[in-house]
Structure formats: C-alpha cells, structure tokens
C-alpha cells in the first residue's frame, strides 16, 4: 500500500481529483474525434461496442495506472524504476514509464497545435467569418489558416502559454482548481448545445443514428475502431495517469473513482454527438465526412443558421476547453519527471517542459506550409508524431502497465488495495491478465 511521501504534493479532494482526471480523459477525442468516428463507422453499433470496450478494457488499465503511480508517489520513470525494484523485476520496466512521459510530450507538441485551431475558430466565429459560407468558402478557410505559418504559430503559441500558466500553479493551484472550473463550464455549454440540438428538426434522426444499432453492418474495422478509441480516450498509455494517481493518498478508492471517470467520459462523449449530429442532419451535411467534421463541415451549418455565430462560438469554446483540459494533463508527467530531477522547481521545470513541446509543435504546424516537403518514412512532421504515439508509444505502454500490475505484483496485496472480494477480484484477474493486454495487442497490430 502507497504512503504519501512528505513534500510530494497531493489531491486536495476526491473531486478535485476525478474532475482533473475526467478533463484529462475528455478533451479533443470526445468533442472532435468521437463523433466523426461513430459518423464514419456506421452509428450505433460502434457506439455499443465501444462502450463494452471502454468498461472491459480502458478501466482495468486506468485502475492499473493509478495504482502504481499511487504506489510509487513519482513521477512515471521513477515510479516503475522502484517498482521493478520492488517486485524484483527487470530493470527494463522502467522503459514502460518513460514511454508514458515521452508520448505525453510528443503528443502535446502536435495536440496544442489543433487547440490553436480552435482558438483561431472562436475569433472567426465572433467576426462572423462563417456567416453565408458553404463548404467551399469553409474549406478555403480552413486551407488558409494552415496556409499560414504565422497565423498557426500565433495561436498554437497562445494555446501554450494557457496550458503552461496552468500547470505552473501546481497540483492544487493549477490541475485541481482549472478542472473545477472548466469541466462545470464545458458541460454547461454541452448541454446548450444539446438544447439547441433538440430544435433543429434533426434530433430524432440523431438519437435513431446513435442509439438504434444495424448489427449487420458490423464489420471488423468497426470492431477494431471502437476498441481502439475506447483505449486512447481515457488518456491512458501517457503517463498522465500514473503522474495523477502518484498525488493519490490511501482514502481514494480506485475501482469507485474510476467507474465515475469512465461514465463522466462517455456521457460527455454521448452528449457531443447528440450536439453535433442533430445539425449535420438537419442542414443536410456528411456524417463521414472524418477528421473534417468539425473544422470543416459543422461551420458550414453555423454560417447558414439562426444565430449561428453564437452557436458556433458555443461550440469552438466548448472545444477548446476540452482541449485545455487535456493539455495541461500531458504537459504534468513531463514537469513531475523534470521537477523531481532537477533544482529548477514547479514554475522552471514548466517552462523547461512547455517551451520544448512547443518548439516541437512549431516543427510540426510547419509540416502544413514552409516544410510540407520535408518527409521522414514518408510523413511530415505533424503526421510522423502522431503515428509514432498512437500506433506505438501508446498501446505499448498500457501493454506494459497492464502486464507488469497483473503478472508482476503480489496479488492479495493488489486484491487488499482494490478493496475486492476473492469472487470480485477472480474476475478483476481474469481480465487484467487475459482479456484487456489481448484487446491491445489485437489494436496495436490491427493499426500497424
């Protein structure tokens, strides 16, 4: 069991700490990524099984993160380097946390660029610049912010400076008190939205897209898609869990905690779509129309609507606090691991970690403009750190974590932490040693 090493800061409340670990969770990949996917994979029967994937997979391993990174009271590196120690591991598990902490810093280099996207979004949606825009006048839009190395620099430059005046004012100060003001707000404006759904026309079309499922549709990738995103919209594989559940005394129950994450998540997740789906069907637009759903298509129908600048300012506000929230979760294992190495303190470690991920994400938005022809294995910039964290940093290590909790510590210690029965933990066994490292092992090759 952990003991909360003196000096190591600490959660404040149980709250506190389920808002920051729910902000973490919902962020770009459940206002943006999440709709387009259950557009492009066919509606309802993705959505089913994305949610037995998220119970049967993604909370084991966050439960598991949390409870090493409790254990460890470190950040990710240090934390599996004594807990290798102290199961008389392989050294060599340390390279599970400093995957963690190296894809949360390369995935927040690439990340606060598309929060730079949402923030140029909420400009031009005060100025009115999608007011009479179809598609085309939307897409040149949106060509021409990436057109603009300037322009991108700008804001994904101000999207930083948010995410490292944050995570500078510390645990408390910083992670636990952003997320008790965001995550209300973001579901406020969630909510708006969901209202305004409700009056398009397009809302019942939406529920029966959502919730109706075509079980004959299913397929393979659909399969493949919902167990994988199920995977990655927890923000597990990042370290960022671990970094969490290291400033976790002994009073918190993980299982509880996590089940309350997890539903937040998908409520949050559902809701997105009850927002979004009713306008796409009511102004007669492309569910797969992918990765473009939000930056291009949904503007398109705020430019042609009552009062569609207000509903889009709504929604581009509503992003990039998800993104925010997000932000500032994978910029905090980096800091933890430079603040505990170094004589720099919470404020130098900060700027350290926050100034090199954005030099990275200034490498990366070239990749759209001045270096579009610069190639590495075929890829830009932008496009290489994003392969290199979700189709190997990520699944790799929420393999490994999952892997070294079930195969590596003691298991009535692990059954005591939990809070289990013998019968409840058999089954907790089951599926921390068999069933959640095949669902990722089956991901991580599906993707390569």
Not at 282 to 303: D, H, K, M, R, Y
Not at 375 to 392: M, Q, Y
Request: charged share 10%; hydrophobic share 55%.
């Amino acid at each position: 069991m952990s003991t909360a090493k003196q000096g190591h800061a600490q959660w404040s409340s149980r709250m506190g700490f389920v808002l920051a670990a729910t902000g973490s969770a919902v962020g770009l990949g459940n206002i943006w990524k999440f709709p387009y996917m259950v557009g492009d994979s066919g509606g309802a029967a993705f959505v089913f099984i994305y949610l037995a994937c998220i119970f049967l997979i993604g909370l084991p391993i966050l439960v598991s993160e949390w409870l090493l990174g409790r254990r460890g009271q470190k950040n990710p590196i240090n934390t599996m380097q004594e807990m290798a120690a102290v199961s008389g591991s392989s050294k060599l598990w340390v390279l599970v946390g400093l995957g963690g902490v190296l894809g949360a810093f390369l995935i927040l280099s690439f990340y606060s660029v598309i929060g730079g996207w949402s923030l140029a979004y909420i400009k031009d949606a005060l100025i009115g610049s999608f007011a009479g825009q179809d598609a085309d006048g939307i897409g040149a839009l949106f060509t021409g912010l990436l057109a603009s190395p300037v322009t991108l620099i700008f804001w994904h430059s101000l999207f930083m400076l948010l995410t490292i005046g944050i995570v500078a004012r510390g645990v408390t100060g910083g992670l636990e008190k952003a997320a008790t003001l965001l995550m209300p707000a973001l579901g406020v404006l969630l909510l708006l939205l969901v209202i305004y759904g409700m009056t398009t026309g397009g809302f019942g079309q939406a529920l029966e897209f959502m919730f109706k499922p075509e079980w004959s549709q299913v397929d393979g990738g659909i399969i493949l898609a919902a167990l994988g995103h199920a995977f990655f919209t927890l923000s597990l594989g990042m370290g960022i869990m671990m970094a969490y559940g290291s400033y976790l005394g002994e009073d918190v129950n993980l299982l509880q905690s996590a089940r309350t994450v997890v539903i937040m998540d998908t409520v949050i997740a559902l809701a997105a779509g009850l927002a979004i789906f009713p306008i796409v069907f009511a102004e007669g637009l492309n569910l797969g129309e992918g990765p473009g759903l939000i930056f291009v298509t949904l503007p398109v129908a705020f430019g042609n609507i009552t009062a569609g600048w207000l509903v889009g300012l709504a929604f581009f506000v509503l992003l990039t606090f998800a993104a925010i929230t997000s932000a500032i979760s994978l910029l905090e294992p980096v800091v933890e691991f430079v603040e505990e190495r170094t004589p720099w303190g919470r404020v130098g470690s900060t700027l350290v970690a926050g100034c090199a991920a954005w030099a990275l994400g200034v490498l990366a938005l070239l990749s759209f403009n001045v270096l579009g022809d610069f190639l590495i294995l075929g890829l830009n910039v932008f496009d290489l750190l994003d392969t290199l964290t979700s189709k190997f940093f990520l699944p790799l290590t929420g393999l490994g974590v999952i892997v070294f909790l079930a195969w590596r510590l003691d298991k009535e210690a692990v059954r005591k932490e939990l809070g289990l029965d013998v019968y409840d933990f058999s089954l907790w066994n089951l599926i921390v040693r068999y069933l959640a490292p095949v669902g990722v092992i089956v991901v991580f090759f599906a993707n390569l």
